[in-house]
């Protein structure tokens, strides 16, 4: 049996659009929340950012995968969690041309995917232990759930959690500290940008940052 709850919508539109301009590592300064560094991006470069639609399945089952079809809406990222298994990839190239269709923005799995080329082609952003050649069979098991809590990468994910990822790993956020730390991210991104030019007009970095010390990130255990 497969347990569908609906979508949990936490994040405006707009602020989604302006974390695009954040780094997940500039917010990483403050949150403790990525996820293990083994779930890397297949294909890079990309950025990723929207609310977490969860997934928790079984070894050798993909139901519940599909099942958040059902509920996804536009930019939704699907986080799956595959119950430890590392071995069977229970998405692929089809998968991804039904995901694309349903809207949804990207996947972050904690197993391998198949078919890396295809997804890299289709520009489908995929966060991922991986590849692998072997694929689940279809055993006919309906089992799992959509949008519970789940534990992906070492890190707890809610539904209507914000995603954001990069080419340096994926970031949980949670729809409130999303709300407190756009302001730090942004002045945090500008602070860097004029770093940058500072640097290659010839200054030193000591120089630079005692003349604008970085902004503080607020703490989060």
């Not at 302006?18 to 997940?24: C, H």
């Not at 996820?35 to 050798?60: D, N, R």
């Not at 072997?134 to 539904?159: C, D, F, R, Y």
Request: glycine share 8%.
């Amino acid at each position: 049996m497969i347990t569908v709850n609906p979508r949990v919508p936490t994040l405006d539109p707009d602020l989604i659009k302006n974390y695009y301009k954040v780094a997940p590592a500039t917010l990483g300064h403050g949150l403790n929340s990525a996820m293990h560094p083994h779930i890397e991006a297949l294909w890079k470069p990309v950025k990723l950012v929207g609310h977490a639609v969860t997934v928790q399945t079984h070894p050798h089952t993909v139901s519940a995968i599909y099942a958040a079809l059902e509920i996804i809406e536009k930019g939704d990222i699907v986080v799956v969690n595959r119950d430890s298994d590392e071995r069977y990839a229970p998405f692929g190239e089809f998968a991804c041309h039904k995901f694309i269709e349903a809207g949804a923005g990207g996947l972050v799995i904690d197993g391998p995917v198949t078919d890396q080329n295809a997804i890299h082609q289709l520009k489908f952003p995929v966060f991922s232990k991986g590849t692998s050649a072997m694929t689940v069979k279809p055993l006919g098991l309906s089992e799992g759930a959509v949008n519970v809590p789940v534990q992906v990468g070492g890190v707890a994910v809610n539904p209507g959690d914000m995603i954001l990822a990069d080419d340096d790993g994926v970031l949980v956020v949670t729809p409130d500290q999303a709300r407190d730390l756009i302001s730090f991210g942004l002045e945090k991104e500008d602070w860097e940008t004029w770093v940058r030019k500072e640097l290659k007009s010839g200054r030193g970095i000591s120089d630079i940052m005692n003349e604008h010390p970085s902004p503080k990130a607020p703490q989060y255990q």
